[in-house]
């Protein structure tokens, strides 16, 4: 168990629709990761958050979006979802100081986009 | 990721050693990781190294880096038929944090 804890394990849904995804770091852990698993694109980095700031960008569309509240929780909403946005999402954390360099992972939220 | 590249699959004999192998190509990469994922599981952070060591020794596992060639290797010592899993090699680049991943490579152990 990496103590990292996502919410919900599956989701399905249809295209046009909007869903909220969550994830709870490790305790201790200040720095939040979003990334998406697909067959065709591997894994891809989406978005970081570190105590409560967005700290880095990567591939992440206009539609979606990620926010880092004061318990250093994270959600991820996708909106206006595509069938193309059918994947397994990541959440990872990583602690403050010396312990940055270690990414644990949960283990995902796996969305279907019917 | 187009940064990191890995071969797509290895199979290996029960009892025999793996070498999953991996390039990378930004040369100030601060720390490589191994990945390690089940069916169905997250990934599992199995070691990582430190990009000015050259070898890291961890019970069954051995991770040998070569800066000049850009290559990182994952021996797996006395494979287990619990060893089969999708390995993920990835690097974390001088500016930020976030990882780039390879595309992963399937290990298959035969009993």
């Known amino acids: 168990d990496s103590g990292v804890t996502q919410t919900p394990k599956h989701l399905i849904t249809a295209t046009g629709q909007r869903v909220t995804l969550r994830c709870s770091p490790r305790?201790?852990?200040?720095?939040v990761y979003w990334y998406q698993q697909s067959l065709d694109q591997g894994l891809q980095f989406l978005i970081q958050y570190y105590n409560g700031e967005e700290r880095a960008k990567g591939n992440i569309l206009e539609r979606f979006s990620a926010q880092q509240f004061p318990d250093l929780h994270s959600e991820l909403n996708l909106s206006s979802l595509e069938l193309g946005d059918s994947a397994l999402y990541f959440c990872a954390s990583s602690g403050a100081g010396t312990g940055t360099e270690k990414l644990f992972f949960g283990s995902g939220t796996q969305l279907s986009v019917l | 990721g187009e940064d990191v590249e890995q071969s797509l699959f290895l199979s290996v004999r029960e009892g025999d050693s793996s070498v999953i192998n991996c390039t990378y190509t930004?040369?100030?990469?601060?720390?490589l990781y191994w990945y390690k994922q089940e069916p169905g599981a997250g990934l599992q952070l199995l070691t990582y190294i430190f990009s000015n060591m050259d070898m890291k020794q961890d019970q069954r596992l051995t991770v040998l880096l070569n800066k000049k060639d850009k290559h990182l290797s994952l021996r797996i010592a006395d494979t287990q038929t619990g060893d089969s899993a999708i390995y993920f090699c990835?690097?974390?680049?001088?500016?930020?944090?976030?990882?780039?991943f390879g595309g992963g490579t399937r290990v298959l152990v035969k009993p």
């Open positions: 990835a690097e974390r680049k001088a500016a930020g944090n976030k990882l780039t």
């Open positions: 930004d040369s100030s990469s601060t720390y």
């Open positions: 305790s201790g852990d200040l720095s």
